[in-house]
């Protein structure tokens, strides 16, 4: 049972546009969510976090939007550059901490030159 | 401040071997977490360690166990490895509570291959 779903595995974006990352979560209790970069052979970094009392949080080139009732975010990076071409994972927990960051299987960006 | 750092960064072994990985978390971090990342499955969670004690688990096979020391160092043990437990294994330390306590801080990973 996948509590955090990322249905694009990938999505390829020219350099300059904005990027658009979906993610999808099922459990109600979720009420802090965050982003995470990876590339190859690194562990992921954090990127963006919201929690669900806001509906937006932005950070540079990266906004995170929040709808609770669709149970859905997206991570806006825009404009997108060859730098950013990573897998991207989408996260969810509950703000306290004590329990455990639920993950998505990931979307891999490559941002076309 | 130094970040996560993981020992060994690859490892190979064989079917039925045992192997230990160890994390030394971000000074001040209280709580480790594993994951285990394979091809299109995202990160699976294995567990999380609070303060030396085992506050969260996912759902994985006896044969993954883990510790944590008094200075937050922790490892993690597999015992008689399977062809499928290949895999990256990640460790995140966090400060574990609180405001922004989620925000987890990844080491590198180790490189588990078993052949």
């Known amino acids: 049972d996948q509590q955090v779903k990322q249905n694009s595995p990938s999505l390829s974006v020219q350099e300059g546009r904005i990027s658009i990352l979906n993610c999808d979560y099922t459990?109600?209790?979720?009420?802090?969510f965050l982003w995470y970069k990876k590339y190859p052979a690194e562990g992921p970094t954090f990127l963006i976090s919201?929690?669900?009392?806001?509906d937006k949080n932005e950070d540079g080139r990266f906004t995170v939007f929040l709808n609770k009732s669709a149970k859905h975010l997206s991570l806006h990076i825009v404009p997108s550059q060859p730098g950013d071409s990573a897998v991207y994972f989408c996260a969810a927990s509950s703000y306290s901490g004590n329990t455990p960051l639920v993950f998505g299987k990931g979307t891999r960006l490559s941002v076309i030159a | 401040k130094a970040g996560v750092t993981q020992t060994p960064r690859y490892l190979i072994k064989t079917r039925g071997q045992q192997v230990t990985l160890s994390c030394s978390p971000i000074?001040?971090?209280?709580?480790v977490s594993w994951y285990q990342q394979t091809p299109g499955q995202g990160l699976q969670f294995l567990f999380e360690?609070?303060?030396?004690?085992?506050?969260n688990k996912g759902n994985f096979p006896g044969r993954f166990s883990g510790r944590q020391f008094s200075n937050s160092r922790s490892e993690m043990n597999v015992s008689t490895l399977e062809l499928g437990d290949s895999a990256l294994y990640l460790c995140?330390?966090?400060?574990?509570?609180?405001?922004?306590?989620?925000?987890?801080?990844f080491g590198p990973g180790t490189r588990l291959t078993v052949l």
């Open positions: 360690y609070f303060s030396e004690t085992q506050r």
């Open positions: 000074s001040g971090h209280r709580s």
């Open positions: 919201i929690s669900s009392i806001k």
């Open positions: 459990n109600s209790m979720f009420d802090y």
């Open positions: 995140a330390s966090s400060r574990g509570s609180g405001s922004r306590g989620n925000e987890q801080f």
